[in-house]
């Protein structure tokens, strides 16, 4: 079949919403790489200026401009990776063009490598084979889950499977018993609040976008997951993603929107066919697009691919991208809810949220909140890595002790060892060792009194074999490679704090 031309591309695509990361994708798949001529006619296309094109193309790590680039090996060296021989195995894959990528979000797994649209997995070139994703295990404590209450079912990731094991009976509840106004206080009493870092309350934000003078209002689900040793919505979205797609549409159904945009990072290229897959399923049962179980209520959901930038998690950033700016964060206020995609009353969410908010719907508000320990909340996934004997995704209670999950869920260090220190909230929370890794609690108010901080729920373990100093060098090493450069105290700091000193 002959490939498609420039001009076919360019008139499949100028006309969709957000078209300039899809389009750009287009052409790289096709061609392998992003050639000058490519650069040229998609700037003429899109009216861009080749100038500001060039600058957004290269801000990404994933769009290369060398012929057959596409095809070159990415290798993982991320802080779990570089633990398992992850330059190792760069240095071993030379000879084929390998070039090293930030943490891909496999730290429970063997070392990450990047092909074309595929993800192999190993830790050295023998090897090397494709991803088995390993599903979340099962709650060693016997506490009850939210958002893994169903995720090991069989079959979860179909769309009769996902209705089998109570799949939409929260969207069923919510378009058929209650106004759109009763499911944001709904949320609001559950007490959810982000699961991407921030904490915001759901309800909160959901209510100020039904609030916001401007039509179309737009839901966009963060699945960007970039902060290393953070893996959780890899694993919600490649076994449970109706429950994202189910949680985007309540949430429509709350606020008022009527499009939908899943942000899904570069390197989960097979979860974009996974959940092409879901979109599509939905669509054809009437779950999406035009009255939705027969009301007067329209959802058009979209996936964006991102293309490799720490950054773009952050959501002013994402909606740049999806706009098809630079993408630089944003001065705020305005806030999203009121000013975010197009300008536009936008609500942004993260995947662990969207998917806690379907659960939520099928059971009441206090069940939720009532989850948490000692007076906390609900549940959170921790993506759990490094040096204990089983790493994994575990949904813990909110206030379970870091000790309980190390120990007794994950096995503890590897015989012989001890654990050192831990990171939080992947890499961004920095370290807890000593007294503070014994007595913390998994809350925000118990890591932030030992000056870190839950975030996004990444921890990442070090035994008493590791250089704790190389560890927090390849941090900063991180942070600098990834600073955006907006604003100088990251520009010049973090460079600071990587160069050695003297
Ligand atoms: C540097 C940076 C990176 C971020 N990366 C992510 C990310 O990968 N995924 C995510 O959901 N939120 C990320 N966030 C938080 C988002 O800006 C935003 O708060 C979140 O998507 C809102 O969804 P929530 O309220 O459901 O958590 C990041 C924030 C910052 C400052």
């Known amino acids: 079949m002959a490939l498609p031309t420039d001009q076919e591309l360019i008139a499949d695509w100028r006309t969709q919403p957000a078209p300039l990361l899809p389009l750009l994708h287009a052409f790289h798949d096709r061609d392998g790489y992003l050639a000058e001529a490519a650069i040229v006619a998609i700037a003429q296309g899109l009216r861009i200026p080749v ?7 290269t801000f990404y790590h994933h769009f290369t401009r060398q012929p057959e680039g596409l095809q070159a090996p990415r290798v993982c060296t991320g802080p779990v990776c570089c633990l398992r021989g992850g330059k190792e195995l760069l240095a071993a894959l030379a000879d084929q063009g390998a070039t090293a ?13 990047l092909q074309g649209h595929h993800v192999l997995i190993g830790t050295n070139v023998a090897t090397l084979t494709h991803k088995t994703t390993l599903l979340p295990p099962p709650n ?5 889950e939210c958002v893994f209450a169903a995720i090991r079912e069989p079959g979860r990731n179909t769309l009769v499977g996902y209705q089998r094991s109570g799949g939409y009976e929260g969207l069923q509840r919510a378009i058929r018993t209650m106004t759109p106004a009763d499911v944001v206080e709904f949320i609001r009493q559950s007490k959810l609040a982000g699961r991407g870092g921030a904490g915001f309350p759901t309800g909160l934000k959901w209510k100020a976008v039904a609030e916001a003078g401007g039509q179309p209002k737009t839901i966009v689900c963060n699945a960007d997951e970039g902060e290393p040793g953070c893996f959780k919505d890899r694993a919600i979205l490649d076994y449970d993603p109706f429950a994202v797609i189910e949680g985007m549409t309540i949430a429509a159904y709350a606020t008022g929107a009527t499009r939908g945009f899943i942000y899904l990072r570069y390197e989960y290229p097979e979860i974009a066919q996974t959940l092409q897959q879901a979109i599509d399923e939905a669509t054809a049962g009437g779950w999406l697009g035009a009255n939705i179980l027969g009301a007067d209520f329209h959802f058009d959901l979209y996936i964006r691919r991102g293309a490799g930038a720490y950054i773009c998690g952050e959501e002013g950033s994402l909606l740049n991208s999806l706009e098809g700016k630079h993408p630089f964060p944003r001065n705020r206020p305005p806030f999203p809810v009121t000013h975010g995609f197009e300008n536009l009353p936008t609500a942004v969410n993260n995947v662990e949220t969207l998917a806690s908010a379907a659960q939520i719907m099928r059971h009441d508000a206090d069940w939720y909140a009532g989850l948490g320990l000692n007076g906390n909340a609900g549940t959170k996934v921790i993506s759990l890595s ?5 790493p994994g995704n575990y949904e813990v209670p909110f206030g379970l002790p870091l000790r309980t999950l190390l120990y007794d869920w994950a096995g503890g260090p590897l015989p012989g060892r001890s654990l050192q220190a831990v990171t939080m909230a992947g890499l961004s929370g920095g370290f807890l060792s000593g007294e503070d890794m014994q007595t913390a609690t998994l809350d925000e108010p118990s890591i932030r009194s030992k000056g ?3 975030g996004a729920a990444g921890i990442i373990a070090f035994d008493d074999s590791r250089a704790m100093v190389e560890v927090a060098h390849n941090a900063m090493e991180f942070f600098a490679h990834e600073s955006c450069g907006k604003c100088f105290p990251c520009r010049i700091g973090t ?3 990587m160069a050695p000193s003297g």
């Open 495 to 497: 460079q600071r704090l």
């Open 51 to 57: 100038a500001d094109l060039y600058g957004t193309i």
């Open 386 to 390: 490094g040096d204990v004997q089983r």
């Open 101 to 113: 990528m930030p943490c891909a979000g496999r730290c429970d797994e063997p070392v990450p490598v």
């Open 452 to 454: 870190s901080m839950l």
């Open 140 to 144: 060693p404590g016997g506490i009850e």
